[in-house]
């Protein structure tokens, strides 16, 4: 059984640019959340896929967005990036229904 | 709204000690309560969570409904218990998302 991987470890990109982040679920999984950590703060729920399809979001502007795809894997675009997306960002996996979210290690994105 | 408070950033105690990690929380309904850890360059991990009633690693926490907290609490700290503990909780939306507190970084002493 593998655990959930996320891609890349880290990305440096300048204000305004796209950003890609993928994540692989844990096996068996077929629910994918992602969180967004700043500096010194909790993860902040950005949004959860399930069956391909957003299944809630947090308090994040539309630029945020992702895909989850039949293999449960999933990415988060970030477009016209600003200096506050700046952050860790997770990706946690787990089964619908059920409250235990596995989390991957996490993409630093650092905004210049 | 479901919000999560930890009011302590760090905490240092030494080895042998008695350790509780105070978290708070709001919610207009029944939530579920989890305690997350992150050693040293880890992932985070859950270390409990309330409706399992376990003890794990020597941690336990109580739900307490009418104070709204979830503390955790170890009689005897250990070296290696030093890491970054979240509390988080879950409500009745859909996606069953976490909220999480701001953390409180644990410095066990020798």
């Known amino acids: 059984e593998t655990g959930v991987t996320q891609s890349p470890t880290h990305l440096i990109k300048t204000r305004g640019q796209q950003v890609t982040l993928r994540c692989s679920s844990q096996s068996g999984h077929n629910t994918v959340s992602w969180y967004q950590q700043a500096l010194g703060q909790g993860p902040q729920f950005i949004f959860q896929y399930y069956r391909e399809e957003e299944n809630g979001r947090g308090n994040f502007p539309p630029r945020f967005s992702g895909l989850q795809f039949p293999n449960y894997s999933s990415e988060l675009n970030v477009n016209a990036l600003e200096l506050d997306d700046s952050a860790l960002y997770l990706c946690?996996?787990?089964?619908?229904?059920?409250?235990?979210?596995?989390f991957g290690p996490g993409t630093r994105l650092t905004v210049l | 709204a479901q919000r999560v408070t930890q009011p302590e950033k760090l905490l240092s105690v030494f080895k042998g000690a008695p350790v509780e990690l105070k978290c708070n929380y709001s919610y207009s309904g029944s939530p579920e309560l989890f305690w997350y850890v992150q050693y040293s360059r880890q992932r985070l991990q859950l270390l409990l969570r309330h409706i399992s009633r376990e003890s794990i690693k020597g941690f336990t926490a109580d739900l307490n409904k009418g104070e709204t907290s979830f503390h955790l609490k170890k009689p005897f700290a250990q070296e290696e218990d030093s890491a970054m503990y979240y509390c988080a909780l879950t409500g009745s939306g859909s996606a069953r998302q976490l909220t999480f507190g701001s953390g409180t970084q644990l410095t066990v002493l020798p």
């Open positions: 946690a996996s787990s089964l619908q229904g059920v409250d235990t979210q596995y």
